[in-house]
């Protein structure tokens, strides 16, 4: 079973800049799909952003040009710098971590509150 442990939220002003990380332990593969979600309160999940194994992304449109996701140097690890953070950010980021064994597994992180607000 592979655990998804998420780190870096906060609170920060509209403007400033917050890094998220990600780790996905527990598999002894590289993880296919690695992505962020996010939830802001009262509204559906939705994706931000996403890397492939072979490090293609996509971005949800409200964040390009802010956003930044990338593969760590230890494998199964993922970054989100999230840059120019608008109060519309305010949510909780979740990490997922989705491969394919047998069939699709998507496995997801406890979640981290980004605050931003002045």
């Known amino acids: 079973q592979v655990q998804v442990v998420e780190s870096g939220g906060g609170l920060v002003q509209p403007g400033g800049s917050l890094r998220l990380s990600c780790a996905a332990s527990?598999?002894?593969?590289?993880?296919?799909?690695m992505a962020w979600y996010r939830q802001a309160p009262g509204k559906e999940r939705e994706l931000v952003a996403r890397?492939?194994?072979?490090?293609?992304?996509e971005y949800a449109d409200s964040v390009k040009g802010r956003f930044t996701i990338s593969r760590g140097n230890v494998r199964n690890t993922m970054y989100l710098q999230m840059d120019s953070l608008k109060p519309e950010d305010t949510a909780v980021y979740y990490c997922n971590a989705g491969y394919y064994s047998a069939t699709w597994n998507s496995n997801w992180g406890q979640g981290t509150q980004v605050t931003v607000a002045s």
């Open positions: 890397i492939s194994s072979g490090g293609t992304t």
């Open positions: 527990g598999s002894t593969f590289t993880i296919d799909i």
